[in-house]
């Protein structure tokens, strides 16, 4: 059976902050021209044809969904440069408040991964921690973790489909937060290669799903899938790698041969995400941006490791070279993307954050072992990046100071 509908009313602090209809509206086209690009997990036509239908009660979950795309389009101005505005602390509030009234929909869990979203890109630390956990928690109560056929028969497909973009979007989201500290444990488990991937981002937007347009994910050679579903795999993939890395292997043979198996693989995909984003004009490519960091992972963890076999002695050589030359190409990136501020602000995600910071780190360190001036130049182009990414993301900015702190260290 379906939750009941809440009926819970919506505060008078909570109206004057969404104002009228019509700004409502205009906040939803923002949001479904922007941050829905890269994060679709809300229904364009179920919004505007249910949760907006001026001939229904408005409800207090969808409320709250509508403020927290407010909140997911801000980016700072000459009068409001901090991200824990009003309008972040009274949506936090709002979550609390409904959670004690015994409210759990799917729209409320949606505003909690904006809500995330929007931590997560401006640092608020330790809440994206705490919140995205709760959207695990969410997900687990409300069954999304169930795949496939195990959804009940009274949905529709348009919000079966729905329903597993949200738990996709909860795997993705705990994964990106686990960047920085791949050893951490997940709520979440792994995605199996039964798990149905995201349907095609168009087909989901004017509300054409049908059971022919789900794949499984172990039907990686599809080269049809959307951008959302290749963001998916490139999740599954850096699941994978935070495994490999997790694991204790009694033959290094065979850590090897998986490290070079992974390798191979993150590649192959990031190159095909590539041709797609050259193809549709893209200047930022999420999935790019999350096998980027992947491949960080991975590389990294073998040049931090003392090799003592001169097969891992050999991966560590490779790593290195590697490593190097994915951050060039991730300058190469953020020139492009230099070259199309302020354009191309507006199309920088979260996701893209980590690689940048990595890709930055890595050439500064270059710099100080071999010195030229390509590394130098190289690691000064996404400097200037992350400095002007932060008027859209502040995480970007406290990248930028520890990459500053790094520079006085070397000096000393």
Known sequence: MRLPIPTTPIPSYIQSLLGDSTQVRETAAMFFSSVHNYMPVVSKKLFYDRLL??????????ALLCLCMRLSIWSQTSNETNPQSDVYLTAKRYVVELEASG????????????????????????????????????????ALDSTGTVFSEQFTWIEKEERRRVWWAVIILERIRSLGWPGRPLQTPDPVNTDLLPADDLLWDQGFITPNHTVELVDVTNVHFGRFARLAIATHLLSRVYRHIADTFPNTIVQHHEAMQLDRTVNALKHLCELDAQRTAMRYCNPVAICSSTLQILHNHYITTKPGVSIISEYHDHSWSALKALSYNISEI??????????????????????????ASTLIHVNRKEPDEASLAASQVLKLALKIKDMRWKAEGEY??????RDIMYDL
Request: glycine fraction near 4%; aromatic fraction near 8%; hydrophobic fraction near 50%.
């Open 103 to 142: 409210v759990l929909t799917l729209a409320l869990m949606q505003a909690c991964l904006l809500l995330s979203i929007y931590e997560i890109g401006h640092g608020i630390y330790p809440a994206a921690f705490m919140t995205v956990g709760s959207c695990a928690a969410y997900g687990f109560a409300l």
């Open 400 to 405: 930028l100071h520890i990459l500053e702190a």
């Open 334 to 359: 953020a020139q492009t993307f230099l070259q199309n501020v302020p354009a191309a602000l507006s199309e920088v995600s979260p996701m893209v954050l980590h690689s940048t910071y990595q890709a």
């Open 53 to 62: 239908n001026p001939l229904q009660e408005p409800r207090a979950d969808v």
